[in-house]
């Protein structure tokens, strides 16, 4: 089992910056795929980022392309996405999810651990 805790969301106003953070623990994968998801009120869950873990492949949406980066800190089992230029569209509960990866590169948005979420909310 995998557990994951997000953290690092709050409140703030339009062009500014948040670093959310997502503890692993657990079983750790030697491969996995890990991501970040957001999901608005009365929207449907969105894929926003994810990276494999051991090559540091990253795919990010092109609703953040340039203003937010994924990463992670491997020693500390620790998933990262910092968020500049923040806009109102973007408050969102926030998700970090995991996946085990037995194969090429992290392609998939179907995870099978998740987190429960840190709430981003951005005001114009």
């Known amino acids: 089992q995998v557990q994951l805790v997000e953290s690092g969301g709050g409140s703030v106003q339009a062009g500014g910056s948040l670093r959310l953070s997502c503890a692993a623990s657990g079983y750790i994968y030697s491969r996995a795929c890990m991501a970040w998801f957001r999901q608005a009120p009365g929207k449907e869950r969105e894929g926003v980022a994810r990276?494999?873990?051991?090559?540091?492949?990253?795919y990010l949406h092109d609703s953040v392309k340039g203003r937010f980066t994924i990463s992670q800190d491997k020693a500390k089992n620790t998933l990262y996405l910092e968020m500049d230029s923040l806009k109102p569209e973007d408050t969102a509960m926030y998700y970090c999810?995991?996946?085990?990866?037995?194969?090429?590169?992290?392609?998939?948005?179907?995870?099978?651990?998740w987190g429960r979420g840190t709430q981003v909310t951005v005001s114009s």
């Open positions: 990276i494999t873990s051991d090559t540091g492949t990253t």
């Open positions: 999810a995991a996946t085990p990866l037995y194969g090429g590169s992290c392609r998939t948005w179907t995870f099978d651990y």
